[in-house]
């Protein structure tokens, strides 16, 4: 089975964190931390790097960050993970969503304009599969509002706009290190910003919201959302070979344009004029499919050894989210579109069988419906 994604850990990491437990530096103190958030930090051109436990509680560290609350509202895409409107939710605030960009999946700033009203607090733009979202656009229609934007960089590692990369652009900026982003760490996060007094405050959240001059006086309810020193010794390890992981992922990206340019009724992935996307998933979309003929392919491949996946149900028709009102760029993406493997582990072999399998597949899923 050819895998939709896999951690490659070929670097220093077995090495560091054998170096954590003879050190018995296991938990959230340790050497590791510190340099893993400057080198994280470094990476993505900001100040400031926050490390935490996950991706889900970065999001959640940056709303409270700013005070997100009851009554207030945030935008977000309703194509995502559903982790960028539940950490909304933690905070007792209500996502709004918008609709998406056909061709690069990301929020559309037209529609983002529609949905602020008085409530209206920040706005987290998502970079989908590693294409950067418009955040010329978006921090435009911040600044005129007022509003903080938080930038969902989970998926997009290294992605720039006018040579600025992601995280560094808004005011904060969120990543995850989940074992199948572009960067692991296990399980891991970080909120990244240029603002001193921003990450003083995530330090504080992060930390059970102990006051960093005085041990165990706790002025404020924060929470445990603490890294370990071993998965920042995966992290830093990971981070010396980024370069090379970009790299072989815009290799990957380039070999699967190649083999399905010439592909009828199969939408690629681009990159805008103003972009550097990174490729975290190779991701099409069969714009002629219904979502139970993209089911199918998907089925197809799965039984055939190739593992790929759907890219994200829209969040407005999950059980918590679900609303009547529809946003048909989503609804559409979301029902047609396909996540390829992409991960540095591919030999360009791999990539050969898997588009020789999807065109087969593609071709028999067709011919049925017809
Ligand atoms: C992975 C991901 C997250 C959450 O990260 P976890 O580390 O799994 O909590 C948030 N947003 C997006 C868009 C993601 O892809």
Redesign the pocket.
Known sequence: MIPVASPVLSGMEKAYVAECIDSTWISSAGKFIGKFEAAFAALCGSEYAVACN????A?HLALAAVGIGPGDEVIVPTL??I??ANAVRYCGATPVFADSEPDTLNVDPTDVKRKITERTKAIIP?H?YGHPADMTALMNIADEHGLTVIE?A??AHGAEVDGRRVGSIGHMG?F???GN?IVTTG???AVTTDDPDLAARLRLLRGQGMDPKRRYWFPEVGYNYRMTNIAAAIGLAQLEQFDAFVARRDEIGALYDEHLADVEGLALPIQRPDARRVHWLYTISVEDFTDAQRDQLIEALHTDGVETRPVFYPLHVMPPYLEETRYPVAEHRGATGISLPTHVGLSDHDIHEVCEKLMRHLAIVRAVQA
């Open positions: 996950n991706g889900t509680t999001l995502t993970y982790a960028t998502v989908l969902d989970a998926e969120v995850s290190f989940f982003k399980e891991g996060g």
